[in-house]
């Protein structure tokens, strides 16, 4: 025997189905049934009569369900963004790193080269130059690497050494510090890179939290009292 459908379980149309999606905008259903059906004459009255079908008041609870649904999974993606940008450590994206200065592993504190080439011209150079300004030409040896700690004797630099901004591959980033990183350009200067506003986004999470009050409540006796007395005050 063939089995009976209920009216009220049967597909919606798709007029029907637009007005379900219009109504959940603002839940006004003759508002919804004129951008739904705008020829329509009477848009009030056919509005009352579909919402009084169980099947359009199905459609419309499960379409309300789904958008919920949605809206914490938005709502959840939107949380994380703001912890990670908020809470992650920048130097994961730059850093400002302290490395040797030239005399600080060089020969008797002497300055130091890269390599035989830069050596070669430093000494082309001393070559051409007037004998009385530089009577003896510096030679602290070669392999000179500014990634070397800075040297706590070193009489030039006085242990310090040079400060240098170290720009992280973006490739290794995390998944935190990707949120943080805005982008990067290149300039005359070298690169500029762009970070997120951590400040503001720990506001917004703070905020999210419940970590601020913007007003001040007074409840209960003592807030009665001080109110009180703020009447009595006469006015300046």
């Known amino acids: 025997m063939r089995g009976v459908t209920n009216k009220s379980e049967a597909a919606i149309t798709e007029a029907e189905q637009r ?21 329509l004459k009477n ?12 099947k359009i008041q199905a459609a419309i609870i499960q379409a309300n369900t789904e958008r919920a649904v949605q809206v914490r999974v ?21 850093e400002i ?3 040797c200065c ?7 504190h002497r300055y130091q080269y890269r390599d035989e080439r830069e050596l070669a011209r430093a000494l082309a ?7 009385s300004l530089v009577a003896e030409f510096e030679h602290g040896g070669v392999g000179f690497d500014p990634k070397r700690e800075p040297e706590p004797e070193c009489p030039h630099c006085g242990g310090e050494g040079g400060a240098y901004v170290h720009v992280k591959d973006t490739r290794n ?24 506003d951590k400040t503001k986004h720990l506001e917004l ?15 209960g006796d003592l807030g009665e009292r001080i109110l009180q007395a703020r009447k009595r005050v006469p006015a300046k």
Not at 24 to 31: E, F, V
Not at 177 to 196: N, P, W
Not at 205 to 218: A, P, Q, S, V
Request: with cysteine.
């Open 97 to 99: 790193r302290r490395g």
């Open 173 to 196: 980033l995390s998944a935190a510090a990707r949120s943080l990183f805005a982008g990067a350009k290149q300039t005359k200067d070298g690169i500029e890179v762009k970070l997120h």
């Open 19 to 39: 007005f379900v999606g219009e109504y959940l905008k603002d839940l006004n259903g003759t508002a919804a049934m004129r951008r739904a059906l705008p020829s």
């Open 74 to 94: 938005e709502a959840n993606t939107v949380l994380r963004e703001l912890v990670a940008i908020a809470t992650c450590d920048t130097n994961e994206i730059v």
């Open 125 to 131: 150079d001393w070559d051409t130059t007037v004998e």
């Open 43 to 54: 848009p009030g009255t056919t509005a009352t009569r579909m919402l009084a079908k169980p």
């Open 205 to 219: 999470l703070g905020r999210h939290l419940g970590l601020f009050k913007d007003t001040l409540e007074l409840k």
């Open 102 to 108: 030239r005399h600080c592993h060089g020969v008797e």
